[in-house]
C-alpha cells in the first residue's frame, strides 16, 4: 500500500486548523473536566491551534482528548478541502468547516480499515473489490465542502461494511479456534482473565473495565468495541484486526501486552 495514504491516515496537528478541539462538543465527565459546544474553541486551544496542555491532557482530566484519533480527517479538511484557509482567517467558513470535519472524519475512519484489510494476506480473494472501495472513498473525501455535507455516509459505511465482514470471516477463519465469550455485546467489567479468545468477533461489543489481562486475542475482530479501561496487561494482541490507536490508548496494559505492528504503548501505561 502507498506510504502515503498510510501516512495521511495519521492524525497530522501541525497542519490542521484544531478541529477537534473547536468542532467537536464534550460534556463533563470522567474524560473532560467542563462541558463545551460544539463549534466553540475549547479554553485550552491557542493562537496557532495547538493544545496549551497537550503534554499533560490526562493529568488535567482531558482523558477524552488523549483517546481521539481523527484518522487524518483534521489535516485533510484544513489543507485539501479548505485549501490552507483556517476558520479565524476567514470566519464565514467556520460554521461549515465544523460540519465537514466529523463527515470527513467518518470517511477516514473507513480508509483506515479498508487500507488495513488489503495489507492482511488472508483477503487475497477480495483484493479486487477492496481496492475499488479504497478508491472510491479516497474520491469522495476529496468532494467540495458542499457535496461533502450532501452525502450519505450511512450508506457508504454500510457498502464498507459489507466488505469489512467479509475480511473479518476471512481473517478469524486463520484462527485454530473460534471462540466468543458471550452472545451478549454487553461484556463491561468482565471476567475473561487469561482467557483464549482467538478468533472471536468482538465488533461493537462493550468491553468497558473488563478483565482481560493474558487473554489470547489474536484474530480477533475489535472493530467498533469500546475498550475503555479494559485491563489488557499480558495480553496477545498480535494478528488481530481492525484495532485502533485510539483503541489502545483507552484500555490499560503494560510493557508485557503484545500489540499489532502499526500500533504503539501510550507513554501512560
Known sequence: MDSTMEKGLQSDCANCF?????????????????DKQGGSPCRNLREDFKCGIHQNL???????????ECFGAG???????????????????????????????????MLYYLVEAIENKATATIQSALRHMLDKTEELTRLPATDLLKLSVMDHRTEVNTLL???SDLVRKQSPVKVNPSKRRDL???NLKGKDLRGANLRGTLLLAADLRKADLRWVDFIGADL????????????????TQAQVNAAKGDKSTILPT????PNHW
Open 75 to 109: 489535516q485533510k479538511v484544513s489543507q485539501v478541502t479548505y485549501n490552507g484557509v483556517s476558520w479565524r482567517e476567514n470566519p464565514t467558513i467556520a460554521e461549515e468547516m465544523f460540519d465537514v470535519f466529523p463527515v470527513m472524519q467518518q470517511l477516514h475512519e
Open 18 to 34: 484544531g478541529l477537534c478541539c473547536t468542532a467537536l462538543p464534550f460534556a463533563k465527565s470522567a474524560d473532560f473536566p467542563f
Open 262 to 265: 502499526g500500533l504503539m504503548m
Open 228 to 243: 475503555r479501561d479494559a485491563d489488557i496487561r499480558g495480553a496477545n494482541l498480535r494478528d488481530c484486526i481492525f484495532l
Open 58 to 68: 490526562r493529568v488535567k482530566g482531558f482523558k477524552g482528548c488523549s483517546v481521539f
Open 188 to 190: 463491561i467489567g468482565a
Open 165 to 167: 465482514i467479509q475480511v
